[in-house]
């Protein structure tokens, strides 16, 4: 079982920076997959980030391509994104992901981050 606690978000004027932060506790040591996902309101929850830590391939979305950077502990207890140029389409609740190698899917609790003037 892995437990998953985001932090960092917050309300950010539009071109600001943002670093989102995942903490893992419990069986962290067998996720092999972390990231972000976020749901803005009225609409479905989207990937924004993903790492592989067997290989460090990352996969962003094509909205937050170039924008955002997800990185990691090598421990695997803690991931981060970092977000610059945020928009105000950027606003939504942001969740912290990870999936391990049986496999299981784990989720924060969500963290919310909104750009506005």
């Known amino acids: 079982q892995v437990e998953l606690v985001e932090s960092g978000g917050g309300l950010v004027q539009p071109g600001g920076s943002l670093r989102l932060s995942c903490a893992a506790s419990?069986?962290?040591?067998?996720?092999?997959?972390m990231g972000w996902y976020r749901q803005a309101p009225g609409k479905q929850r989207e990937l924004v980030a993903l790492?592989?830590?067997?290989?460090?391939?990352?996969n962003y979305a094509n909205s937050v391509k170039d924008r955002v950077t997800i990185s990691r502990t090598m421990a695997k207890n803690a991931w981060f994104l970092q977000m610059n140029s945020l928009k105000p389409e950027d606003t939504a609740v942001y969740y912290c992901?990870?999936?391990?190698?049986?496999?299981?899917?784990?989720w924060g609790q969500g963290t919310q981050v909104a750009v506005s003037s």
């Open positions: 992901y990870a999936e391990d190698r049986i496999p299981n899917t784990y």
């Open positions: 790492i592989n830590s067997d290989d460090e391939r990352t």
């Open positions: 419990g069986s962290f040591y067998m996720i092999r997959i």
